[in-house]
């Protein structure tokens, strides 16, 4: 077997995955959310940005349209709401982008490789394998970068000089884009294999699944993301002005499209989904703005047929009712229609946003490559085709999926991709061993737990009607210093020595949240009576026990017990080593801020 060759991924997010934060493991590339938290409560926007920036390279996209699930898994919502994590993202980024020094052009070395698309996914990879030293070329069919954040998403959640910024870094670590470059037209498939070592596959889901009701071919039909495309680059648009729309289904798409005709001068726009507002996929802040602007929610109602008066023209959407049966596979209550309560809902538009797919027709059937029944690329673990050399990753293979998650994608692929390069089997895994550090007190602002999540404003109401001006306002510099001071500090874990305990109940008097408590006195007595000479710890008798969901790290405890029985620690991360077919090589854990 060769021997260990160390290589090391600055980008690999699972080397910042440590036991004890939520907030880290629930983010799809595990950012050490925490550690900028903490400098943005110190003021250092700067280094906040910097440290974001070490797993997630649109850390100023992800502050504005990003899923947030790191928020799902904020320990403050046990107490009251979660931190703002995602605005506080968009804070570090916002206030550091007059300080923040863009690298220096690379020119790199290694070999080429080719990237079919210049989204989220494809621009990751790209920029991971950069920083590796390949030489990456990204074909865009498009005439500026960015997939589907610039061509699916509006101007009014995402301006395009937050795009351009991250591109920009990308760009000068050694990335090549070729704009208005189509793959089977300005380039084929058989010429990039001969030029390029490598080649991923990783365009957008840009093309519209229809409904597939009668009438979707009449004209003032428009698919969501194409009337999105349109509308993003600038095209001639249909006249919206006095006109009624109404735009089928409940996702991101939906609602751009809907809030977008507003602006455009739209009368009156529906939205008509077929599910409750309860199982609607957008959350609830996306519901109440575009309520704000007028847009008006359809529920329990879908599409049969899209109807004309002349046969060449939408005059309206025949819909009919429906009931919520037993769950579907995604888990959410199946639509079940009501027999014989259909009606016309009159309007000028028809615009379905029910789903998009990847555009497969670049991809002949002489090409080889293998797809599945879905008709997506069929790729394994490591995102390789069956084809050597050739990878797929993001939409193309999995359908639409939220940007943070498909960085994730794109971040595993450069380690496939970089593994196949260098004559090895890929597969990386976190170590189980997590080294303690020594005590440490966390910092806290006076009343942190007593300060309430603060909200992210938006611009007047008249200006959202008429611009595509970005709607959210960034949170002033207080604003942010303020909300990140009520982070809990995760990694600061409750410890017990049950060998020096008393039992002298002072933390349990002294904990706000009430998270500890007592062994029952039965088992205290038989430790004391018959097993005097055997500590409780080796009689497996916890004398002090703690609900962890419900500590907020005030280390109270701690300050008032008498033997220094209670500490909090953090854990340093751990090493994360990649196994190869001829040998291993491993990355090293950084310590913590």
């Known amino acids: ?188 498939f058989h010429e990039m294999q001969a030029e390029f070592k490598a080649i991923l596959i990783a365009a957008g889901a840009h093309k519209a699944v229809h409904l597939k009701v009668p009438g979707e071919n009449l004209k003032g039909v428009y698919h969501g993301c194409t009337f999105m495309q349109l509308v993003n680059l600038g095209k001639s648009l249909p006249p919206m002005a006095g006109k009624t729309v109404a735009v089928i289904g409940g996702g991101f798409t939906a609602m751009d499209v809907s809030r977008s005709s507003i602006r455009l001068g739209a009368k009156k726009v529906y939205i008509v989904y077929r599910r409750t507002r309860t199982e609607i996929p957008v959350n609830e802040k996306e519901i109440v703005e575009a309520e704000d602007e007028g847009i008006v929610f359809r529920y329990l109602e879908a599409p049969v047929e899209i109807v004309s008066n002349d046969g060449v023209n939408v005059s309206g959407i025949k819909l009919i009712k429906s009931e919520l049966g037993e769950p579907d596979a995604s888990g959410r ?65 999995t359908g639409t999926r939220d940007v943070i998650n498909v960085v994730a994608d794109g971040h595993r692929t450069a380690i496939s991709i970089d593994a196949f390069l260098r004559g090895t089997r890929g597969e990386y895994s976190r170590t189980e061993d997590l080294l303690l550090k020594e005590d440490q007190t966390p910092a806290k602002l006076a009343s942190y737990d007593n300060i309430s999540r603060h909200h992210a404003e938006n611009i007047p109401l008249n200006l959202r009607l008429n611009t595509f001006e ?70 497996g008798i916890t004398g002090i026990e703690i609900d962890r969901d419900l500590c907020i790290r005030c280390t109270f405890c701690a300050q008032v017990c008498p033997t220094d029985s209670i500490d909090f620690t953090i854990y340093e991360k751990p090493e994360v080593r990649v196994q190869g077919a001829i040998g291993s090589f491993k990355t090293e854990g950084k310590g913590k801020k």
Request: with cysteine; hydrophobic share 35%; proline share 5%.
């Open 1 to 188: 077997m060769a021997s260990e060759t160390k290589r090391t991924y600055d980008f690999l997010y699972d080397q910042r995955s440590y036991q004890g934060v939520p907030c880290q493991t629930n983010c799809p590339v595990h950012t050490d959310v925490e550690g900028y938290i903490q400098l943005i409560r110190e003021g250092d926007f700067d280094a906040a940005h910097r440290l974001i920036r070490e797993t997630n390279p649109f850390p100023a996209v992800c502050g504005r349209i990003c899923q947030h699930w790191c928020e799902r898994g904020c320990n403050r919502r046990m107490i009251d709401q979660s931190l703002s994590i995602m605005s506080l993202k968009r804070s570090a980024t916002d206030y550091s982008k007059d300080t923040f020094k863009l690298p220096e052009q690379r020119y790199n070395t290694l070999e080429r490789v080719a990237i079919i698309g210049a989204g989220p996914a494809g621009l990751t990879a790209a920029h991971d394998l950069a920083k590796l030293g390949y030489r990456p070329t990204v074909f865009e069919m498009f005439p500026h970068p960015g997939g589907m954040m610039r061509y699916g998403i509006p101007a009014y959640r995402l301006p395009r000089e937050v795009i351009d910024f991250e591109v920009e870094y990308i760009k000068r670590l050694g990335v090549e884009i070729r704009y208005n470059t189509m793959v089977g037209r300005d380039i084929h």
């Open 333 to 397: 209550r199946k639509p079940v229609p009501v027999a014989g309560s259909e009606f016309v809902l009159e309007c000028d538009y028809v615009m379905p946003a029910v789903s998009q797919s990847p555009d497969m027709s670049f991809i002949s059937q002489k090409s080889g490559l293998r797809l599945t029944s879905w008709g997506s690329l069929d790729v394994n673990q490591q995102f390789e085709t069956n084809l050597p050399g050739i990878f797929a990753t993001g939409d193309y293979i």
């Open 470 to 539: 970005e709607v959210e306002r960034t949170f002033t510099r207080e604003e942010a210093m303020l909300e990140a001071a009520r982070c809990f500090q995760c990694s600061h874990t409750w410890r017990y020595n049950s060998d020096t305990c008393i039992l002298c109940n002072n933390c349990v008097d002294v904990c706000p949240q009430k998270c500890l408590g007592m062994a029952e006195l039965t088992e205290l007595e038989f430790s004391r009576l018959f097993n005097e000479n055997i500590s409780m710890k080796e009689q």
